[in-house]
């Protein structure tokens, strides 16, 4: 029963419990995935019950925390994983001067 939530929580949009399955699934795939929300969904109500907390779902946005440095860093890598050595400085805006 509990994997039927899971598989009705993949379903929905905008949500922090289908955003994780998501990305869960397109590292170890769909059944993966849904064994591992089911494993989240668990835990999520063991927190309620235990806690008497209501859910307060963080939405879709919530796991994800690229900032412009981390996308930079990982930029770097994958050229100097090409053999490239990479400098990075700030860009000089023209229109600036």
């Not at 509990?2 to 929580?9: G, V």
């Not at 969904?41 to 859910?55: D, F």
């Not at 990982?74 to 053999?83: S, T």
Request: aromatic share 6%; with cysteine.
């Amino acid at each position: 029963m509990l994997t039927e939530c899971a598989w009705a929580a993949v379903k929905t949009k905008g949500t922090y419990l289908a955003a994780y399955c998501r990305q869960v699934m397109r590292r170890q795939g769909k059944h993966k995935a849904v064994m591992a929300l089911t494993h989240k969904i668990l835990v999520i109500a063991w927190n309620l019950v235990s806690t008497g907390a209501l859910y307060d779902d963080p939405g879709a946005a919530a796991g994800r925390t690229n900032t412009t440095e981390q996308q930079r860093r990982r930029a770097v890598r994958q050229l100097e994983a090409l053999g490239l050595t990479v400098t990075v400085e700030p860009r000089t805006d023209p229109r600036a001067a």
